[in-house]
């Protein structure tokens, strides 16, 4: 697949993968994206996971018809791009190995050699040609590990942009690129969003017209609407209007209070109501949703003097990924001593600009008239 007259894709697909990342459920399966650039010298960008070896090194032979390349550039030491770079320096014995300081002291702890010998070590600015493609070198630590570089084609004015602009799914299927591509974003690099605006700053001093991530299809067309997108995000904002009404059950009640109170917001014209079982649901799905929608509600029980697991999973998600700018709602439950609603403001009192609604709603074990006319003035709180 040709991406520009000279940059070639020789990624792969993995549709045999059961979790990304050992966490993340990839049903459309997921794409390691390398590209190869063909000028008076060949670079080739990033490798890919260590269970495509043969495919990946047999792409790019065919692609070279029988020139050899002259330079891996190794923008992120993530094993699902980096896991193949030995075996690429072994059947490539002559070309260089081009990437970050930090990246090769990976490589010592990953490999037991940071290519002494063969390596180019590259930081903000510089730049290497190929002969025709100039390619400059642009920092992006912790988008989204420390080590990583991007890398501008100014000939092609190609952003090759890591893991960035990536997203979950094979390139072999058909489906929407934000869905996944923010299920990916604010599961693997939600944390930081502040390095992704400092990288969106300096990608906007740039003429791009096309942007080849690590993951995900290659982006030719419309890029406002994928950065504007990367800027919400990334700031934090508010991606979509509605309630988001994350909960857990353990015998229906809570349940019930929370479909009254979905009822009662789509009755009063809400925008949207997601609703998401905890124990049940993707959980990677709810953490998406509490970061795209503006208003949050969190529903559960009191449990051994804390909060049902799954939602105490569920905060830790949105906290360890700088949860903020929120508003929060509380419904608690509990048979004889309900602290739940107390348990969940302590998890998240380190986040920055929550503003937590004044209703709050207490369950006794099951709903009665008192907690059905909290369910009423939270939807009407929510929806004013
Ligand atoms: Fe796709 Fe952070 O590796």
Redesign the pocket.
Known sequence: MNITKDIIYVGVNDHTIDLF?GQYTVPNGMA?NSYVIIDEKIAVMDSVDARFTDEWLNNIENVLRGRKPDYLIVQ?M?P??SANITSFAESYPDAKIVSSAKAFAMMKNFFSTDFVERQIIVGEGDTLSLGKHNLTFITAPMV??PEVIVTYDTTDKVLFS??GF?KFGALDTDEDWACEARRYYIG?VGKYGAQVQALLKKAAALDIQTICP??GPVLTENLGYYINLYDIWSSYGVESDGVVIAYTSVYGNTKKAVMLLAEKLRLSGCPKVVVNDLARCDMAEAVEDAFRYGKLVLATTTYNADIFPFMREFIHHLTERNFQSRTVAFIENGSWAPTATKVMKEHLSKCKNLSFAETEVKIMSALNSESEKQLTALSDELCK
Do not use: K, N, S, T
């Open positions: 990342e390691y992120h993530e699902d791009h989204h590990w890591a893991d990536g693997i690590l993951h």
